[in-house]
């Protein structure tokens, strides 16, 4: 599943994984690029839907710190 953020830029779920992970941080923008991405035309991959768990267990089990 690819997002379009405007017409010149593109991000993918694992970008959006890659950065949170990293960054141990998740903010509102994350979580609406993530609803969006549930709802969109193009249904998200087994990988996709395998980081999006992986990460809300994450954000379960406190390991991840929601920002604004």
């Not at 998740?26 to 979580?31: F, L, P, V």
């Not at 992986?54 to 379960?60: A, G, K, P, T, Y």
């Amino acid at each position: 599943m690819i997002a379009y953020i405007s017409p010149l830029n593109t991000i993918t779920i694992a970008q959006v994984v890659k950065r949170i992970l990293k960054s141990g941080k998740i903010t509102r923008a994350d979580e609406t690029f993530f609803l969006r991405a549930m709802v969109a035309e193009d249904p998200l991959t087994t990988e996709e839907m395998q980081q999006v768990h992986d990460l809300f267990n994450r954000l379960r089990m406190g390991l991840l710190k929601v920002v604004d």
